[in-house]
């Protein structure tokens, strides 16, 4: 029986299956390469939404007059929700006006002075009483060479002395009185006015606010909760009339593992899904990381246990929608080329 020849491979056919198995080890090491260093390592946080609620009253007491909204209406900053009964505010106002009008203009007349005719009939006083005391003093001055020759009695020469003296003291009265006209009021009735004027200012001022506060705004765009009064109830200041949802901002409070820390650096740029849009994430950024840690609360999930020490951050999300609602929980991803996949 003739042997059977066995032919081995061509040079080419070596060649070529090297060439082969070169480049399957040179795309598995580049594949390998990519996995480990270029490809995104994406990391899931758990939290849920936070959104601000504020509550909504009157500063001053009063009846409501009206109620513009009620739950569920959305509202801009600034709008009016509600008003008291004006009336007794308004008067309240035109009491203190009228009050500092009043001083304002008792002011006016101590800086002016007294009128120059209270001066004129001060100095004609003063003139008419010292024309009595010359009249006085000649009287007391004939009587007195009189005196001991037995012409008049000593009960006259007293009488003269004692008209001489009462003449005196009216004229020091009247001199008085007329300086008093002359220099006008004195400076510390000036600065007691002023000071009365200021009061009666702020008065009018403080009942300018109260009447101002009988209207209330919205201090911000957002969804009104509930509404605690109706029209014509008597509330005391600072009732609680609405509840209001904030629209922006619109948080989400997450919370991350120690290893986590560097993937949640505050502007960090993020994905935030909901169970209900998961092929559509809202967008945010880290804002605030906590520097403290603390137990994982009940309400999140997390990949380890409930137990385990975290760390709270919040994430701002910067297109919000009606969609999110307080308290819902959301997965916020993130990974180290800042782009997510839907969970």
Not at 224 to 243: D, K
């Amino acid at each position: 029986m003739a042997a059977l020849a066995v032919k081995g491979p061509t040079p080419t056919q070596l060649r070529l299956g090297l060439g082969v198995v070169a480049l399957a080890i040179i795309c598995g090491a580049a594949f390998a390469y990519y996995r480990v260093h270029a490809a995104p390592v994406a990391v899931d946080f758990y939290g849920n939404v936070d959104i601000r609620e504020v509550s909504l009253g009157f500063r001053v007491a009063g009846r409501v007059d009206t109620l513009a909204v009620d739950e569920g209406d959305a509202v801009k900053q600034g709008q009016v929700l509600a008003t008291l009964d004006a009336d007794p505010l308004h008067r309240e106002l035109n009491e203190a006006k009228a009050n500092a009008h009043a001083i304002e203009a008792r002011l006016a007349l101590f800086r002016a002075g007294y009128r120059s005719e209270d001066v004129a009939q001060a100095r004609a006083v003063l003139d008419g009483r010292r024309a009595e005391l010359l009249n006085a003093e000649q009287t007391l001055a004939r009587l007195t060479e009189l005196k001991g020759t037995g012409a008049i009695s000593n009960r006259t020469f007293d009488d003269a002395v004692a008209a001489r003296d009462e003449a005196r003291s009216r004229v020091a009265q009247a001199e008085q009185s007329a300086d008093q006209y002359r220099r006008g009021f004195r400076p510390q009735e000036i600065a007691e006015a002023e000071a009365n004027l200021g009061r009666a200012q702020a008065a009018v001022s403080q009942a300018e606010l109260r009447l101002h506060d009988s209207s209330l705004v919205a201090p911000a765009d957002g969804i009104v909760l509930t509404r605690a009064a109706e029209r014509g109830a008597i509330l005391n200041s600072g009732a609680i009339i609405y509840t209001l949802s904030l629209v922006r901002p619109v948080w989400v409070r997450a919370y991350c593992a120690e290893p986590d820390l560097g993937a949640v650096n505050p502007g960090r740029a993020v994905l935030v899904f909901t169970d209900g849009r998961p092929d559509r994430p809202y967008h945010g950024k880290v804002g605030f990381v906590s520097p403290t840690a603390e137990f994982t609360p009940k309400n999140v999930e997390t990949a380890d246990l409930r137990t385990s020490l975290v760390y709270r951050f919040r994430v701002i999300v910067s297109d919000p929608d009606e969609a999110l609602r307080q308290g819902m929980p959301v997965t916020v991803r993130v990974d180290s080329s800042g782009a997510s996949k839907a969970p």
